[in-house]
């Protein structure tokens, strides 16, 4: 079968490689009809990561289940899933308490969590192909409802960035009337701003710098900040009497750089410290990572973020961080969906085959004007 | 009437100053009889902070009304209270949703949180005194029950330690059966262990390196673990099979240092990020600055604590800080104490009359052994 | 003052009665401009209670603070506020917890609870006057923002029934993306109704027999159920697959009554217990009364419900029950409509002056085509 | 195999039955070792249910696997293991969000919930036998840490009393520092106070009739209320201060009756809604039933109970109900037990070989004094 693969930095190819199969008892063979590029490919495409030649990308996964192992009791051959990101068990401690982002079981030992085509997520393939493995699959395939074959934009958010903004709103404590800032216009961060709407947010200000994600902010109806041209700080506090937000998404993520393109990993917690209320609460669904060897900075080489926690604490705020389980979403999202009351496909900038996946990748990358979101089709002829 | 007065720099001497007066309807005025010496006045005994020369110490205080304002309706001369280190209005946004730890009227405007005898926690006086001026009353004054006269070391805990102990556990999210880490041994986190003791953690693992403070925590069944001695991680490790505890608990602040005495801001919550699992919680009560201008470091200068951000995301681990709500758990722990369920007086080493203020400072600040807690007893002769 | 004075049952007039003064130094004196009749008057206007002649109705207030007591430090004449229907003192056990809806101080001893205008809820003098007496004015009076005197008929929904709405949807634990079902398409059901529309319910049935009802219900995206035409057990199982809805709404109570007009106190609650889903939850704000001398039946004279509660237990449902804490929602319900994220107001059918009250309680309790809700408005000429 | 079967009302009989064998791949085979005879086998023991003749009881369950199926991937033949009560899938709707207690897939197409050996609850073949077959063995088998075999009649408390008496005080909502009241003493009303005892309960109020029992509270710390020789709601009204229980457990069931012997499945309710607070919360884990055929009365016979349901709605009460989700809770309260923090087993009063059932359902049914809790041992001699 054909698949997006790695070749070293900024290198990938459409290749063809081996299909999947049956491994064991509870696995599902899926045949992938989306599949999305995300944030977080980047940093295993750009080689700042341990991700390996000859693997395979794709986390955001939707398709049709073509067989079943013996043990499959739940989903059937026809059905429509969507394939959460975190490849999770179903039976160890922290999926049996729903935290299927930390699954103990499906990563090398010592390690919990694990994904489809990631680096240092355990041995999955990923999923930018036209076959993809699930394993334990009546746990982790959502089955999907009759109009899913129409409506796959919108669907194939649920696999990640749907529930990935909306974890970060769940973890800043979002709750009907609340002002929330949210750093990062990029596909999660108009997730999050998604999820404020859908949860009555009083005021939703997405701060980004990029006209093409603003736009799309302001299209749902946030309050865009543009940081290229104001202090995102200051505007937060005009829109809040100068209290500041009631709470705050990080979007962004360790590779947070100036308008110059300089990173600083601190920069997106330090306006968000500055920026939400004294007890306010953050969601940092951003990506930090514990070592970075080719950081620019040497505490940064060490995954240290010297942000201004003194004022953190000073003004008693809490942060929840780390991967979303996206279980605990999805089939509420997916109601959504199903009944109209939002789109996540509003995002979706390109449709494309398998084999432009280069050229996606090139331009996600860049960040060029107007690729805001790329859904590739593997079927597409 | 006679207080314990800063005057600079390990300077501290009780004075003759004017006794407080009621100045609004809603105060009461508390004759002191227990006052306790807190680890965090030493920040500002030490000269770390903006205290003013002038001003008296003392925020954990018990006393005796004697006299209440027009509007107070509830506490009556005569009643013995517990008063909440925490100065709170009742009626701003966040002391109605129980933030009482953040009031918005007791500090300067755009600063939420205040304390009696406090750098930077408004003007109000403190309570190492023979009297002291409690505002609001019937929102901050706990009226304690009739054995309060006769146990006041246990009650007198009521004001801060105890419930700020509490409240790194419930930031913690530390839940019967789980395994909990508390960093710091001293009077806050010897309570952060009596509390995991009343919640039935399964395991609690106490980190410090005196001898008198680990003695402590031995005497209520936690596990001790001298740091000067060996790895602390390791030892977590060792006690979870290798998983790092379920929850932990940050009890020591800013000025964390090693056996050497060097400081290292970050120091406690790296050994915390590695100590605790994959999507563990985090209770930070120990005190951190938003600027630090005597620090060793630039960094710390500004308040910035370099720690493990990135394994802290890796983990998925999230984090509660700041200063404790004591209404929101007095109430509870009074009937604990009430009701014979555990007596936080184990700690108290030494009562003293106010006068000997000056030599309780000076040990307590040097850590001297056997000086764990000082509580002063201003009407004694 | 003029204000609606209850005479007996089906008889209120409009009586010169003296004006409220400020009695305490926590006291604040309101100039009424929009006061809601609410469905729990037509109890009392009915005499199914105890509430006795001379007293005066009214607990929807909005108004415009005239004088404050001594003590009163936040809220300034000039003020445009709306004022909970509960009267909560602030400072006893449940009021510092957010219970404002069962204050342990401003009820008769033994009894927590209070109300203005209310059978049984305290002596507080009701609101349908032209000046009202607010206790304990800090924190019972919520400041409105510039706009209020324009959008009275939205904010004064903030007094009691858009809480109480949203208060059965928090007590359901409606999460975005449920289906929920409200028995009871009155006032309050309505407002529970656009409670879920803010919560992004995905499905949200409303059960009532009113045409103008089912209407207004329409108007806001709700699927309307007539239970005169069809059982809506079976109709709420057909939007669901046959599994019921995620959580239910209880918004009639115990005067519940078939088509033909007797009275059923037990209607509802099986109802909603055979049209939730097995672990459902439940949120009952309709009201039950603990002994109702005119019932038509023996076991409800004694406010006993023999409802279907073997089914409830082995569907392993929860309940909810009680008056709404309209405190723990107002602030942030008054930013959804001060942010135009909704209109309450959309079910006002008339505005009227206070003489014209008679008539629209006769109107009101007889359920009329198109009086759905009226706003009195004592300044009105 | 030996097993205990059910030949009709109070005719139980050890009779020989095929072995149970792995049907699907997801199955284990459990050698047992303990199992518990339980309070609710008693409804089916009286031929009060729909429990067949032939079908085995038993759903307590603790012993070896020996055996798994294909697709089983965790447990493994030799580990000691208990089997929760609740049959369940693992990967349906309710069992994903932590709802076991009511899978929708392990019993009949539109009833959620399956629980061994037990009428309505599904197919399930019980444990008081010599094996088991335990389907979705990796998800439904909690592993047993080493101690297990010497310590069986504390472990084999897991299967159910401990976590269903635990799950009595999560749904009142009890707090450390709160009190309880707990409504019947048997085994699980026993295992509530327990539960209460860990969780820090000022006072812990149990309410039965048997000496036994009460010594048992007793011995726990529990303060004990005889019904048969005081009123129980004056009873717990003295030791709170007229303001009743913070929260109430109701540990008895639909066949609550008086010391006569009469049944009046009301009771139990309408003491707790008198005994617990406004606004406290209520957790009923004793069984109800949604048909009772042989029921003294007509309202029993449908399932109804004509308790005070205007009481519990005018103070402000919530209440939850249902089967306990072992799972929730059985790994943490294992932790309690290998940590010597607690030792379920002070309830046992007979360990008895599987043949001497018939003798040990006779006592536990007619409550003779000393049968507290029976515990057969299938390989005992």
Redesign the interface.
Known sequence: MKAVVYHGPRDVRVDNIPDPKIE???DAIVRITSTNICGSDLHMYEGRTSFEPGRVFGHENLGEVVEV???V??VKAGDMVSAPFNVS??????C????T??C??ANAP????AAYGFADMGPWQGGQAEYLRVPWA??DALRLPEDARERQNDYVMLSDIFPTGWHSTE?AGL?????VVIYGGGPVGLMAALSAV???A??IMVVDRHPDRLRLAEEIGAITIDDSKVDPVQAVMDETN?TGADCGCECVG?QAHDPQGHEHN?AT?DRLVQSV???GRIG?VG??????PNAPDD?EK??????????????????????CPV?RYN??????I??D??KPSWIVSHELPLERAPEAYKNFDARNEGWTKVVLKPQMQ
């Open positions: 064991k008892p509870t192992g013996s043990a009791e739940k068990c179903g039976h160890c401690s922290n049996e308490h729903g935290l982002n930390y103990e079981r010592g390690i919990a969590g009546d746990f973890m709750y009907p009337g609340d002002t859908q949860k009555s009083s005021k100068g360790y601190n917690l209320k004294f007890t940092t990506v930090y990572v514990p070592v970075d505490l060490e995954g240290r973020v010297p942000f201004d926690f003194g004022l953190h604490w000073f003004k008693g705020q809490s942060m929840g961080t780390g991967q279980k089939r509420n999202l997916r109601s959504l199903a009944q009351k939002c």
